[in-house]
Structure formats: structure tokens, C-alpha cells
């Protein structure tokens, strides 16, 4: 038996705003007499938007209204409405994320959210939500290779890399298209950090000089050696450090990236020489993606086309954010969807010892107090480590002593698992709780901590609960 649900993705970049609606299957994959194992089994893009200039109303600020009336006409034209969604995600990502006003656009566009779609923003999130539209994980498992994404737009270039459809890692790096932007042949707009690799090459450049081409190109050609560092391909030299994106990390060193695709505004014209004005789209765009594909650095690497280039994210953030939870769960009726929950993460080495169970649950929800009240928390832990009937009634025990506080408080105890126990946990909870405290309990879900959750309305006759684990951090 099938479900369908709809879904969308909503990315307000740097450079551009688009959407895309989208259908996913949800099938029961196991045969007869045996647990369902309900999966996700087709992602159909059914609508895409037009591709709109982000609308700004200065170098600090988004035009949140403007935005509204975009996304306002693309539902209108697709035929939709909110309350026929029941996942995705609204995404502000790259250099928009930075904006003074980036949560108030989000609280602009939450009428447009339907009962259950993210409102989100991260680069971490942003790198695997393009990597995935791009179909790099896909192509990890098909050519056995360890392949990354390099999704460069306007403001930020976002990095994941995958080996057997699994994410080994991912960054951000402030390169992007629109860091130098063009108006009327003049420079008028330079990022800082930009700014400071070009002097540091010996080439000073201000607003309001002349775009000169040939020197601009320069420029995104030593953009593109800092992206040939993150990726490994070169050693990193002493300034690379200051191009992650917040003060972010870099990629692991190993496995050794073997091939790449490219996604992002510039992709296009790394895929496809551009001829014409090189400043058309009143940024170093076209310049940049020149320079990214005859960097002899990135060469050494397999080029491989990207599903989708300027829509990687819109179509990650539509298709790739949902996931179902196992078949085996414990929740208490009337209590979803819940949204935006954030993660409280049990280590694996705290979770084998008792003492350090209860300890860690008790610390750690000290830091999710507001003003000395509580909030509603999430508790994330592996699970793996009490399998048979007997630990998880010891289980049970430790989590109502350690989380004392949460089953006193107003919020139901919300238990996210790894391992495939959570029904068996929630019904022993039930009982020693006397079910006289809401319990919910999913698990075949990985969540960490800085993470948040929202958990949706349960599917496929209630054996399954959409969700989605994302991280809300705005870059300042």
C-alpha cells in the first residue's frame, strides 16, 4: 500500500529565490508477518518556480515583503495551497542567512508552511541539502568512488563528500558570484574577506574603481586555489582558515576525494563557457565559474554532471529533508506534529555506563533552560547498547531518574533513537510511568546535538512519523 504526500522547498539565496513542489511515495517494503519497513520510494518534482533576483532593500537587509509576493504568486501558479503540504523546507541560505532581517522573513513566510515544513537555515544543512540535488550521494554509490559537491552561488560556496551514499563531511567557504558585484562598469560592492586575498596577491581594489575583466578574473582565479585547498587537492595556505563561512571548519582530510560535480548559480558557467558580458549579471559570476573549471588543481579530479546546477538546493530542500522514522514507535495520540525541538545528544560512551546516562540527561538539560524554565526538549541517543527485554526496562529506569525534570514539567518526554527499540522503550516507559505522562518515542532516526526536530502526523496507518533534523543557525 502507497501514500502520497507533497512537499516543498523554498530557497531565498544570495543571488535567487525559487521554489519547487514535489511528490513523495511511501511504500511498506517488508512482505507479510513481518515488521512494515516503510520507506520513502520515489521523489517526483511535480512544479518548478521561476528563478528571481533575491529582492534586497539594502546591502543589510532582505525585501521581506517582496519575497512574500514572490512565493505568494509561484503557490498560485502552481495550483497549491499551505494546507497541502505536509513536508519540505524554507531554507535562507549563503550570504542571505547573514541579513538583519533574515528571521523576520521566515516569520513572514510561515503562513506559506503548511501544518509540517521546516523553516530553516545553516550552512552545514545548505551543503548537504545541494550535494543531494545534485545527486553526489547517488553517484558516490554508482561509480564506488568518493565524491564531493561543490555548490558555489552568490555568497558562499557549500562542500559535502560522500562515499557510498554516506556524508562524510561538509563545510562552507565565503566564494561566491555576487562577493564582487558590477553596476554601470563599476565596482560596487566588495566583500571583505574578498577584498583582503586580493591585496594579499598585490592587487587593491576598491568600490567605485573600474570593472576591469581581466584583473576581476585574476581574483576568482585565486577564489578558485582556495577552493582546490578546501577540497584537498593542494595544501592550504596561511590565509585559507579565514575563508570558512562563521568561523567554520574545514573538511576531513580522508578519505581522499576522487571526483566532484558542481552545483550553485556559478555550476552553469563551469559546465558550459559563457560567452558575452562578463559582468551580465552584475557580479564576477561568469568569471568565477571560468576560473573554476580551467583551475589545474580542480582538473586533477573527475568532473562529473550534477543533476541539477542553480536548483540543487531548492530541489535537496523538497525532496532530501524528510525522513520516516522505523515501524516500531510509541507516541501519545494528539501530541503531533511537534516542531523545531531541539536535541539533547547522549554520547555512545555515556550511554553504556548507568551513573553516566542519568548524569548527562540532568546536565545537559540545564542548558535548555529559559530564565530558569525548561523548554520542550528532545533526548537523542543510539540505543544500540540495550537490546533485550531485561535493559530496556533498566533503560526505561534510568531515563525517568535522569529526565525527572521533563516528566514533571508541562512537555511530554520526546526519546529519539538510532537502534530499532522504541516501541518496546515506549510501552515500558508507559507502564512505570503509570501513562500518566505523554510519551514519544521514535527511533531509525540519527539526530546530534545543535540539531533540532520537527516530528509530523503519522503516516501509513500510524506505523511511521515524518521528520526532519536540521540545524537553525543563522551565520552572523
Not at 206 to 221: H, K
Request: hydrophobic share 40%; net charge negative.
Amino acid at each position: 500500500m502507497q501514500e502520497v504526500i507533497l512537499s516543498v522547498g523554498i530557497d531565498i539565496g544570495t543571488s535567487t529565490t525559487q521554489l519547487i513542489f514535489s511528490r513523495l511515495t511511501i511504500e511498506n517494503l517488508a512482505s507479510s508477518y513481518v515488521v512494515p519497513r516503510i520507506s520513502i520510494v520515489k521523489k517526483e518534482v511535480i512544479y518548478r518556480s521561476a528563478i528571481y533576483f533575491t529582492p534586497l532593500k539594502s546591502q543589510t537587509e532582505i525585501d521581506a515583503d517582496r519575497v512574500k509576493e514572490i512565493i505568494a504568486s509561484e503557490y498560485k501558479k502552481a495550483g497549491m495551497k499551505p494546507s497541502d503540504l505536509k513536508t519540505g523546507a524554507v531554507i535562507i541560505t549563503g550570504e542571505t542567512a547573514r541579513k538583519q532581517n533574515a528571521n523576520l522573513v521566515l516569520s513572514t513566510l510561515s503562513e506559506f508552511a503548511g501544518d509540517f515544513v521546516v523553516a530553516t537555515a545553516g550552512p552545514d544543512l545548505e551543503s548537504v541539502l545541494s550535494a543531494r540535488g545534485a545527486g553526489a550521494d547517488q553517484l558516490s554509490e554508482e561509480e564506488r568512488e568518493v565524491i564531493a559537491n561543490v555548490d558555489i552561488g552568490g555568497g558562499t560556496s557549500n562542500i559535502a563528500f560522500f562515499r557510498k551514499g554516506v556524508v562524510l563531511g561538509t563545510c562552507c567557504l565565503d566564494i561566491g558570484g555576487r562577493l564582487i558585484k558590477v553596476e554601470n562598469g563599476k565596482i560596487s560592492y566588495i566583500f571583505p574577506s574578498i577584498q583582503e586575498l586580493a591585496a594579499l596577491h598585490g592587487i587593491r581594489i576598491q568600490t567605485g574603481d573600474p570593472a576591469n575583466a581581466q584583473m576581476l578574473y585574476r581574483v576568482c582565479e585565486w577564489m578558485a586555489d582556495q577552493l582546490a585547498m578546501a577540497l584537498h587537492v593542494t595544501e592550504p595556505d596561511k590565509f585559507h582558515s579565514k575563508l570558512y563561512t562563521n568561523e567554520g571548519h574545514p573538511l576531513p582530510d580522508q578519505p581522499k576525494i576522487q571526483g566532484v560535480t558542481y552545483s550553485g548559480g556559478v555550476a552553469d558557467c563551469i559546465y558550459q563557457e559563457s560567452e558575452g558580458d562578463v559582468f551580465r549579471y552584475g557580479d564576477i559570476g561568469v568569471l568565477l565559474g571560468r576560473a573554476v573549471k580551467r583551475n589545474t588543481a580542480l582538473q586533477t579530479l573527475k568532473t562529473y554532471p550534477a543533476k541539477e546546477t542553480i536548483r540543487a538546493t531548492v530541489v535537496g530542500a523538497g525532496t532530501h529533508t524528510t525522513n520516516v522514522s522505523g515501524s516500531t514507535i510509541s507516541y501519545a495520540k494528539g501530541q503531533l506534529p511537534i516542531k523545531n525541538i531541539p536535541v539533547l545528544k547522549v554520547s555512545a560512551e555515556e550511554e553504556q555506563e548507568p551513573a553516566a546516562f542519568r548524569k548527562a540527561i540532568r546536565d545537559r538539560l540545564l542548558l535548555y533552560k529559559t530564565e530558569g524554565v525548561l523548554e520542550q526538549t528532545a533526548i537523542a541517543f543510539s540505543g544500540k547498547y540495550h537490546t533485550s527485554f531485561r535493559q530496556i526496562q533498566d533503560l526505561a529506569g534510568i531515563l525517568i531518574d535522569g529526565a525527572d525534570e521533563v516528566i514533571r514539567g508541562p512537555y511530554p518526554l520526546i526519546l529519539v533513537i538510532e537502534n530499532d527499540i522504541a516501541k518496546a522503550l515506549g510501552n515500558a516507559l508507559n507502564v512505570l510511568l503509570e501513562r500518566k505522562k505523554d510519551v514519544i518515542c521514535i527511533d531509525g532516526i540519527h539526530a546530534g546535538d545543535g540539531d533540532y526536530i520537527d516530528i509530523g502526523e503519522p503516516m501509513a496507518e500510524g506505523r511511521v512519523v515524518p521528520v526532519v533534523t536540521k540545524t537553525l543557525i543563522f551565520n552572523r
